[in-house]
C-alpha cells in the first residue's frame, strides 16, 4: 500500500489550498483518514482526522477554516485549508489505517508529506 500526497505549495495570507492524498495497493477497507503537520522546529501535530463514520475531527487552531472529506470509491482524503495563515505553515502528511485484506489487521500507513508554505 502506497499513500501519494499532493496539492501543496506557496499560499499568501488569506488564500486557499486544497490537499489530496490517494491510497493504492491491496486495499480491503480503510478505517481511518487523517492529516497531520509538521512545522519547522515543532513536533508533529494532528490536523484533521475522520474515521468511518464520516465526521470530522479538527484541531483548536483549524475549526472552521480547514474541511477534511473523503471519497471512499477513490480510497481518497482531502484536506480544504481556507484563511490560511503563516503558522499554518509546513509539511503535512496524510495518515490512514488500511485493512489489506478480508480479516486481516488494520495497517497505519504515512504519506511522504507535501509542504505548504503560507507567506505573510
Known amino acids: 500500500v502506497q499513500l501519494q500526497a499532493s496539492g501543496g505549495g506557496l499560499v499568501q495570507a488569506g488564500g486557499s489550498l486544497r490537499l489530496s492524498c490517494a491510497a493504492s495497493?491491496?486495499?480491503?477497507?480503510?478505517?481511518?483518514m487523517g492529516w497531520y503537520r509538521q512545522a519547522p522546529g515543532k513536533e508533529r501535530e494532528m490536523v484533521a482526522i475522520m474515521h468511518t463514520g464520516g465526521v470530522g475531527n479538527y484541531a483548536d487552531s483549524v475549526k472552521g477554516r480547514f474541511t477534511i472529506s473523503r471519497d471512499n470509491a477513490k480510497n481518497t482524503v482531502y484536506l480544504q485549508m481556507n484563511s490560511l495563515k503563516p503558522e499554518d505553515t509546513g509539511v503535512y502528511y496524510c495518515?490512514?489505517?488500511?485493512?489489506?485484506?478480508?480479516?486481516?489487521?488494520?495497517?497505519?500507513?504515512w504519506g511522504l508529506g507535501t509542504l505548504v508554505t503560507v507567506s505573510s
Open positions: 495518515n490512514m489505517k488500511i485493512v489489506p485484506y478480508y480479516r486481516a489487521s488494520p495497517h497505519d500507513y
Open positions: 495497493g491491496s486495499i480491503f477497507s480503510i478505517n481511518y
